[in-house]
């Protein structure tokens, strides 16, 4: 279930995910979901939601005309400064600046 429940984070990386969301999903108490998801996939669930999120912007800067403030939107982001620093944390330069190097 757990396997299932971390297919679908990556397959709509850009839906609202919670962890309370996913301990009520597979029926565990928040902090046992917790220590069984790191357990299983040796990250946390945010930390996956992050990378899903991140993969997909990627994929959709370099395939879209899309402005990088609707990326993030599109990407389950409120806040577009919110979304650059975590990619910037998670790619190490920040959006537009990948935009730029991967279409040379």
């Not at 279930?1 to 709509?12: H, I, P, Q």
């Not at 839906?15 to 309370?20: G, I, T």
């Not at 009520?24 to 996956?48: A, E, I, P």
Request: charged share 20%; glycine share 4%; hydrophobic share 35%.
């Amino acid at each position: 279930m757990m396997l299932t429940l971390r297919n679908a984070v990556r397959a709509n990386p850009f839906w609202e995910w919670s962890v309370d969301w996913g301990a009520h999903q597979l029926r565990m108490s928040v902090s046992s979901f917790h220590v069984h998801y790191r357990q299983q996939f040796g990250v946390t669930f945010t930390q996956d939601v992050i990378a899903s999120r991140t993969e997909y912007a990627k994929m959709l800067l370099c395939t879209t005309d899309m402005s990088v403030h609707d990326i993030a939107m599109q990407c389950g982001y409120r806040n577009y400064e919110h979304f650059a620093r975590q990619f910037k944390a998670h790619c190490g330069i920040s959006p537009g600046k990948y935009r730029e190097q991967t279409q040379r």
